[in-house]
Nanobody, 113 residues
Framework: VQLVESGGGLVQTGGSLRLSCAASRSISGIVMMAWYRQGPGKQREFVAQISSGGTAIYADAVKGRFTISRDNAYNTMYLQMNSLKPEDTAVYYC????????WGQGTQVTVSS
């Protein structure tokens, strides 16, 4: 499975972005997909995950501000990010668990104060 993220960019505090993760194959059979992020000088951390049935789990740091979703018809997963804060600045990666963990190349999100 190849994954390609897009939608990152520079936004001011309080702004919004929507990230996309396009898969090279059908995602309907992929039980779990997730978003992770790695801020400057930090380890990669979990952001959110979504099951094939649509059940979502969020990290406490983004709960209430971020929404994960997936569209099996378009083989794409999304991350809607609202009320962005400078501490959300990071490279965001999508992950798919399909007989192993597959990762995208990442997309940069920068939130200015």
């Amino acid at each position: 499975v190849q994954l390609v993220e897009s939608g990152g960019g520079l936004v001011q505090t309080g702004g919004s972005l929507r990230l996309s993760c396009a898969a090279s194959r059908s995602i309907s059979g992929i039980v779990m997909m997730a978003w992770y992020r790695q801020g400057p000088g930090k380890q990669r951390e979990f952001v959110a995950q979504i099951s094939s049935g649509g059940t979502a789990i969020y990290a406490d740091a983004v709960k209430g501000r971020f929404t994960i979703s997936r569209d099996n018809a378009y083989n794409t997963m999304y991350l809607q990010m609202n009320s962005l804060k400078p501490e959300d600045t990071a490279v965001y990666y999508c992950q798919a668990n399909y007989g192993g963990a597959y990762w995208g190349q990442g997309t940069q999100v920068t939130v200015s104060s």
